[in-house]
């Protein structure tokens, strides 16, 4: 926690202070509609080291979720080395239905990437610096250069919707049951997740309804 709260010192003024999410925003999804304010970096750190070679395919990242009202929105890499051959961070626009697994393979390399007329920038390798980014962004971890490490601290920046919603017992249950359900729903478990979405409901319809419960 405490090199958090540092990192957090150091980078809290390179982050959106603040995001409204609303039906049109690209991040709204049923239950996230809301103000949401920046409150720090998600304590689990991944420090992580890329030999030469190292490359990390384009992708999304998925949430750190704490609860209904704490959750990332953004995510944070910070380079601790130098890596003047590869190594870097590019981010993407693809055309629009183009979905995740359109891939081509990097002869040279042997990797799947993306072309690169669909890239927006490339954040190079440079110690002391970071890069926040939406976590619906695509991006890849370009591969490093023969002789060279890349070695990056990868988090979150986390929000807190503000006023927070569903804080009573009955809220809180609710979500609880719905998170539940949506696990069972994810291991094919699909009784289990219907049993559990129609008791969330008669818990409490508001939330339902808040979330898009059907």
Not at 45 to 74: C, Q, W
Not at 109 to 123: D, H, I
Not at 127 to 145: C, K, M
Not at 158 to 166: A, G, I, N, S
Request: hydrophobic letters at 35%; a negative charge.
């Amino acid at each position: 926690a405490a090199v958090a709260d540092e990192l957090w010192r150091r980078c809290a003024h390179l982050v959106v202070p603040t995001v409204v999410i609303e039906q049109g925003h690209p991040l709204w999804e049923p239950g996230l509609e809301g103000t949401w304010k920046a409150c720090g970096v998600n304590d689990h750190l991944l420090f992580n080291k890329y030999e030469p070679g190292g490359h990390f395919s384009p992708h999304t990242d998925g949430a750190s979720i704490v609860d209904m009202n704490r959750r990332s929105l953004y995510s944070m890499l910070v380079y601790l080395n130098r890596c003047p051959d590869g190594g870097g961070t590019a981010l993407f626009s693809p055309p629009e239905g183009t979905g995740m697994g359109k891939f081509v393979v990097d002869p040279a390399l042997g990797v799947y990437r993306w072309p690169e007329e669909w890239r927006t920038g490339v954040a190079p390798v440079e110690p002391g610096t970071a890069l926040v980014f939406r976590q619906d962004t695509s991006h890849e971890g370009v591969p490093v250069g023969p002789g060279h490490q890349k070695i990056i601290i990868r988090t979150d920046v986390m929000y807190e919707r503000v006023p927070p919603v569903f804080i009573d017992d009955v809220g809180k249950q609710a979500y609880d049951l719905h998170r539940e359900a949506q696990s069972a729903e994810g291991e094919g478990d699909h009784m289990t997740a219907m049993r559990l979405y129609r008791h969330c409901r008669r818990l409490c319809p508001e939330y339902a309804d808040f979330v898009g419960m059907a």
